[in-house]
C-alpha cells in the first residue's frame, strides 16, 4: 500500500454568502462569513486521509496563529506535517470566497507562504517510494510543481497532476502524470493551448468523469442536497489518489472519487468541519487511521 504525497497549497478560505454575486463596480452586503480551512493541496490531503490514506503534506505556511491552527487542524485529520514548512516572510495564504443563493462561488486566491515553496526542496522533502502517488495542483510556483513531478517520476511513483487554476504546461511535464486532471473548462483551455497529456482525465459534473476513454457516472444529488460545490474537484482527486495508492484500477478509483466528490458539495465550505477555530473531531473508525 503505497502514501499519497501532496505537495500544494495551505489556504485560509474566507467565505461570504451573498444573495447575488456583485457586479463590477458593485457592493452588496454578505449574509454570512467563515473562516474555513482550504487550499487546493490540503483539501486534497484531507480527502485522502479521508479515503483511509497514509498521507503526507509538502507545503508551507506562514508563522502566524493561522498557519499553526492549521497545520494542528491536519494533523488532527491524520495527515503528516513532518514536511509542511513555516515561512516567517510569508503570511499563511488565503482564498476570498463568495457564494451566492444559486451555489455559484467566485474565489480569488492570494498565495503567501504557499509561494515560498521552492523547487529543489530535498531537505524538506519526502524520500518516495514506487508505491507512492505524488499528487500535485497549480496553485504554488510552477518550477516547484516540475521539480517535485520529476522528483517522483524518478522514484517511479505515480504523478497525478490536477491542472487548476489552470496554467498552460508544456507536454514534457503533463506526460510525467498519470493522470491530468482538469475539469471541463480546464480541458477546454488545455486542447486550445496546444499541449496535450498521455494520460488525462476529465470531470464533468452531474455527467460524471472520463479517463482516456473509460467513463464513470455522477452520483445524481437533488439540488436541496447541494450545499456548496466549493473543494469537490479537490475531494475527487483526494480519494482518486488514496485509491490509486492502494492499488485500484482505473473504474475503482473513479468511482471512489466521483463518490467523495459528490459527499463533499452536501456541506459548507472546502471540507468537512472546516472551521479553523476549533480542531475537527476524530476520523470515524477505519478512516485516515494507518492500518
Ligand atoms: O478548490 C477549492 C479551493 O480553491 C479553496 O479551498 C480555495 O482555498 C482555493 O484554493
Known sequence: M????????????????VERHPKPGETVLALRHDRLAGGKGANQAVAAASAGAEVL?????????PGRAYAARLAARGVDVTHLSVSPGEPTGAAYIVVDDQRENTIVVVPGANAAIEAGWPDRFPDLHPDDVVVLQLEIPLGAVRWAAER??????????????????????LDLADPVVANEHEALLLADSGATASSLLVTMGRNGAVWDGEVVPAVQLTPDQVQDTTGAGDAFVGALAAALARGAGRIEALEAAAAAGAEAVRHTGAQPDGRLDRLPPPPAAGQGEPD
Do not use: E, F, K, W
Not at 517522483?152 to 511535464?173: E, K, W
Open 57 to 65: 503534506m509538502v507545503g508551507c505556511v506562514g508563522d502566524d496563529d
Open 2 to 17: 503505497g502514501r499519497v504525497v501532496v505537495v500544494g497549497s495551505v489556504n485560509v478560505d474566507q467565505v461570504a454568502q
Open 152 to 173: 517522483a517520476h524518478q522514484a517511479g511513483a505515480r504523478v497525478v497532476l490536477n491542472i487548476a487554476p489552470y496554467a498552460d504546461l508544456p507536454t514534457s511535464l
